[in-house]
């Protein structure tokens, strides 16, 4: 492909690994790194470099994607990378599609070298749509640079949200939504069984009514998002306003830490 730019990819979680994968077949040149090493090993495999630390995975790049777990993570990776002065040269475009507030996003921001750009890009969608390229991207950062545009285009649909911030600040209120009615679901279906109906009688009634997305969430068998992260998804939320159902929400997801690695799917009875 002629608009084929050398990426370092940072993260190679759940979703990180199928994007990666997905930006390797479109032709881009990958280096990439992840805290765990041997995550790498099937990107390798199909053709991408590895490197040792997150600076040496960005020193050649042209664009920079990171996606990572939480504010924590990304401060963990973002910190060795801005204390190397070599390591981002002047041009470079970093796009963050991780999961962690607009907070975390613009003092990122504001810690680039000049010359650098930050794009905050979250992503709506699982690991199925991650590897098709379906993912439905929240770009902050309005005009997109040209490069961060193809990149993201190749990702999934891209909704341009506005400033620097706005895509993570989105993310919050979407992912917030997606969750509270799964949960809300899963009461629902909890309170059918206690009353004796056959859960799917509940699930087929429920799934008529406006909450027949949150049904098809609640039974989808093709994602993974763990519980662990979704509670930290609500937590961020929570973190900048007084939202007591989604607190109640996340009270209902940290109850169960043998579900912290499972699907959200798992807090349905």
């Not at 749509?129 to 999934?156: I, K, M, S």
């Not at 629902?188 to 004796?196: D, E, F, N, P, T």
């Not at 930290?232 to 007591?244: E, I």
Request: aromatic share 2%; hydrophobic share 50%.
């Amino acid at each position: 492909m002629n608009t084929a730019k050398k990426v370092a990819f940072l993260g190679l979680g759940h979703m990180g690994a199928p994007m990666a994968r997905h930006l390797l077949a479109q032709g881009h040149a990958l280096t990439v790194w992840n805290r765990t090493p041997d995550k790498a090993e099937a990107l390798v495999a199909a053709g991408a470099e590895v490197a040792a630390t997150p600076a040496g995975a960005v020193r050649d790049a042209e664009l920079v994607v990171t996606m990572l777990a939480d504010p924590a993570a990304l401060r963990a990776v973002s910190d060795p990378i801005l204390s190397d002065s070599a390591a981002l040269r002047p041009g470079v475009h970093w796009i963050d599609t991780s999961t962690v507030g607009p907070d975390a996003v613009r003092a990122l921001a504001g810690r680039l070298p000049a010359g650098v750009t930050l794009t905050d890009a979250p992503v709506m969608g699982s690991v199925d749509r991650a590897a098709t390229g379906q993912l439905w991207v929240l770009a902050g950062g309005d005009p997109l640079p040209g490069p961060v545009r193809e990149l993201l285009n190749a990702l999934g649909e891209v909704t341009v949200c506005g400033p620097v911030g706005s895509g993570a600040a989105l993310k919050l209120v979407l992912i917030n939504a997606v969750v509270g009615g799964v949960g809300l679901v899963a009461e629902a279906l909890r309170l059918g069984q206690v009353l004796g109906l056959p859960q799917e009688l509940v699930r087929a009634e429920l799934a008529r009514g406006p909450l027949a997305g949150a049904v098809a969430r609640t039974y989808a068998d093709a994602s993974h998002f763990p519980v662990d992260l979704a509670a930290k998804d609500v937590a961020l939320a929570t973190g900048h306003a007084p939202l007591p159902i989604l607190e109640a929400v996340h009270a209902t997801l940290t109850a169960r830490p043998d579900l912290a690695d499972q699907d959200l799917s798992r807090i349905r009875p």
